[in-house]
């Protein structure tokens, strides 16, 4: 047993870093909720690539270069379920109120075209953060958070 986590360690320990950090494009699975590609209102993958961020539905793969993205934006929808006074009757919980998690991605057109594109992808609660910090380490973009209204103070 001795042998076996000393061989263990040994092979951990000599692991280039190089063979750790590479990874493949990392996917999330998310819905399309509207934009410019050509996609259904359906389940789509996001992925992210060495230079790219891929958005993936069935057949089709749309590949977008990470450094023609212009805008991150972020936000939350807060809705009543069905059933939802039932369901507040155990307090500090909100078991009534569903949470939707949505990531807008901006981007330039293609061969130096003035036209924008953009796509809104609705994440669950767990692919959301994960996604969005990727994102925004990918690009060197901060996302906008769209549910903070920002405020003018005058004096």
């Known amino acids: 047993m001795k042998i076996l986590s000393a061989f263990l360690f ?6 280039p870093q190089a063979a750790l950090a590479k990874k493949a494009a990392t996917g999330y699975p998310a819905t399309y909720a509207g934009g410019s590609l050509p996609l259904n209102h359906h389940k789509v993958r996001a992925a992210l690539g060495k230079d790219e961020v ?10 977008v270069p990470v450094k023609s993205i212009t805008e991150i934006s972020c936000g939350t929808e807060v809705r009543r379920r069905l ?29 130096g075209n003035s036209a924008r594109a953009q796509v809104l992808l609705k ?10 910090a990727a994102l925004e380490q990918a690009t060197g973009i901060k996302a906008v958070d769209t549910n903070q209204v920002p405020t003018v103070v005058r004096y």
């Open 54 to 63: 891929i958005f993936m539905q069935g057949g089709r793969r749309i590949g």
């Open 83 to 111: 059933g939802a006074s039932v369901l507040d009757v155990v307090p500090l919980m909100h078991l009534g109120e569903s949470e939707n998690r949505y990531i807008g991605v901006a981007w330039a057109g293609a061969n």
């Open 10 to 15: 040994l092979s951990i320990a000599l692991l």
């Open 123 to 132: 994440l669950s609660r767990g692919e959301y953060r994960g996604f969005l």
